[in-house]
């Protein structure tokens, strides 16, 4: 063991061991659609108190692409051809493979949201631009229905 992993070993002895995963050996899409779910959990808290900030959007976002990838790698894509994080193009893929959604102008609500989330990562780094966005709450249905489509289990 290096000098450096020594000093980190009594910090690391606190850590989260977390994975965020489903228990057991999951599926890929089994963890992509446990990860989204999270994450718009995650965003969902936020939005009771601090609504509509960067980093709900950042969860929200991240959230579509791994519910996205979800329905991608249950429908026999494999992890090389899930790499990158172009909502449309994931959309496009999806649709292609079955998927439909209800959500009003979901086809133009995920355009938008690409413009930030895959243009430079816009969201996560350009904070000299006014951001305009749909409110976050306003988006949540859509996410929902995205990471249900990727599920064994029926929607509630």
Not at 21 to 29: E, H, I, K
Not at 72 to 94: E, I, P, R, T
Not at 129 to 156: K, Y
Request: glycine share 6%; net charge negative; aromatic share 8%.
């Amino acid at each position: 063991m290096c000098e450096e992993e020594k000093t980190l070993e009594p910090f690391r002895a606190q850590a989260s061991t977390a994975t965020g995963l489903v228990l057991g050996s999951p599926s890929l899409d089994q963890a992509y659609h446990a990860v989204a779910a999270e994450l718009l959990h995650c965003a969902k808290k936020l939005d009771e108190t601090l609504s509509d900030l960067t980093g709900e959007y950042i969860l929200l976002m991240h959230s579509s692409e791994l519910g996205l990838k979800a329905y991608l790698a249950k429908n026999g894509f494999g992890q090389n051809a899930l790499y990158g994080h172009n909502l449309v193009d994931l959309l496009s893929k999806a649709k292609q493979h079955g998927l439909t959604l209800k959500y009003t102008n979901a086809d133009q609500t995920i355009t938008w949201l690409n413009e930030w989330h895959n243009d430079r990562a816009k969201i996560r780094y350009d904070f000299s631009s006014t951001r305009v966005l749909p409110m976050c709450r306003q988006l949540f249905p859509l996410i929902e229905e995205i990471i249900w489509a990727s599920s064994d289990v029926s929607r509630p």
